[in-house]
């Protein structure tokens, strides 16, 4: 790769918030921005993973800006004073993932994800992962992409799902020998926040296009992350290249969209899926 493409990748002097920054797409998000030699500023609920997360990059990124805040993404007041805080001390907001969601995972023990019929949802749950996945980056788009606007400068990058896309195949959760009312289902939230932050991506891309600011959407999908086996087993069946995929090959189409590599890039959906949702 010659000099010149490769300066394109480089987020040298770059600040870059991501949210949800505590779990396993979090710290492939981190990663991408360190390893091209920007700052993170990482936001989640969870200050004890986040110190743990600090700790780690500290150790491999020794001479980084690696910021961490506990925060509620769901309370305007707790993204101000994030905002407040990192303008004072870097003049500058240049880059966000919008990464935080409610995801009902296979395994993990997730209130949002069980024997919950649409019908008897309890609308706590909906509520709550619309706050998080879609009203949160909603929040986050508007105070730090404020900064970004007044700057003409900035790239976003929304964190959608295959399931922003596509409805989840709820045969992949079936177990044989349950009845109909013990099945695990994916709930109606994730898949409607996932579709969400799809048309978030595209008004904001035509909203703030004349401001240098430049509003993506990536579709991670079927991560491995030691699901059960009868799960990984179905799931793989439905995608062409026959397995799920590893959580660290998104780093470097994330560095993609959120340097200058990808330019002329906004209002994109960039869909890693493995071929699944062109079955």
Not at 34 to 52: C, F, P, S
Not at 177 to 205: C, D, F, M, N
Not at 222 to 249: A, H, T, W
Request: hydrophobic residues 40%; neutral net charge; aromatic residues 8%.
């Amino acid at each position: 790769m010659n000099n010149k493409l490769a300066e394109k990748f480089n987020l040298d002097k770059k600040i870059g918030i991501i949210t949800g920054a505590a779990g396993l797409l979090g710290y492939r998000h981190a990663d991408a921005i360190l390893g091209a030699g920007g700052g993170v500023v990482l936001l989640d609920i969870n200050a004890d993973a986040l110190k743990k997360e600090k700790e780690y990059f500290e150790n491999l990124y020794p001479n980084a800006i690696i910021e961490i805040f506990q925060t509620d993404i769901t309370k305007r007041a707790d993204l101000e004073k994030v905002r407040d805080e990192l303008l004072k001390k870097y003049k500058k907001i240049d880059i966000l993932i919008n990464n935080a969601a409610n995801n009902p995972k296979m395994e993990a023990k997730s209130e949002n994800m069980g024997a919950i019929r649409f019908h008897n949802l309890p609308l706590e749950i909906w509520n709550k992962d619309i706050a998080v996945g879609l009203t949160g980056a909603f929040l986050c788009c508007q105070v730090f992409g404020k900064v970004m606007e007044d700057n003409n400068s900035g790239v976003i990058l929304n964190i959608s799902s295959d399931y922003g896309v596509i409805s989840p195949d709820q045969r992949i959760y079936r177990k044989e020998g349950l009845k109909e009312e013990e099945q695990t289902v994916k709930p109606v939230s994730y898949s409607v926040t996932k579709h969400g932050i799809i048309g978030l991506t595209k008004y904001l891309a035509t909203y703030w296009a004349k401001n240098g600011i430049r509003v993506n959407t990536l579709c991670p999908a079927s991560l491995f992350n030691n699901q059960p086996e009868e799960f990984v087993e179905k799931i793989s069946k439905l995608i062409p290249m026959g397995r799920m995929s590893d959580p660290d090959e998104y780093p470097a189409t994330i560095l993609y969209m959120i340097s200058s590599a990808s330019s002329y890039m906004t209002g994109a959906t960039v869909i890693l899926d493995g071929g699944r949702t062109i079955w």
